[in-house]
């Protein structure tokens, strides 16, 4: 079956290259091409999609604010972050927002292709030097799990933004929350956690080699 392809990137000249990777394979088909988030997110209930390459940076919305509020609404659609920076904030706040997989758009058409692929048939395809950061940042930081246990997904999103240093606000704005909703998930937490602030919490969750 055709694997079926959108592409929402600003950059003309990236645009059209994508569109000539994705039609250069007999598997996949490009579905739709976007110039900005807006227009993406007004068509994307409507499209019959199965993965999405999303750049990065576009204008208005982020490609990571997009992630974050539509996934939840077609969890079958797979997000290909695309992006030309590999610095672990990115890549961190693209996977915690939805994304599947993280390319660096200097990879080859063919890498491209198979990444596509990867991802529709359950894998999480990332660039090289990608899969090297999310590796370091795990072996410089572990989660206890017995502590992991107690917490839901949501208050694992939130204590990780507070252990990037993240204020409630941020916070609230990143998950598309309200103030109050933040405070109430981090009381939560700490309850759970048996703790009364912040840095007692990250320091029972997070442990060092």
Known sequence: MTIQVAIVEDNKFIRTTLQDVVSSSESLHCRAIFEDAESFSAQFMDLNLDVVLMDLNLPGNSG?????????????VHFLMCSISDDSISIFDSLSAGATGYLLKNESASYIIRAIIDVKNGGAPMSRNVSRQVVESFQKRKANTSVLELLNPREWEIITLL?????????????FLSFETVRTYV???YEKLEVHSRTDALNKVFQKN
């Open 187 to 189: 009381r939560n937490i």
């Open 64 to 76: 990571i604010q997009t992630v974050a509020r539509l996934k939840s609404r077609k969890p079958e």
């Open 163 to 175: 252990d990037k240093g993240f204020r409630y606000k941020e916070i609230a704005d990143k998950l």
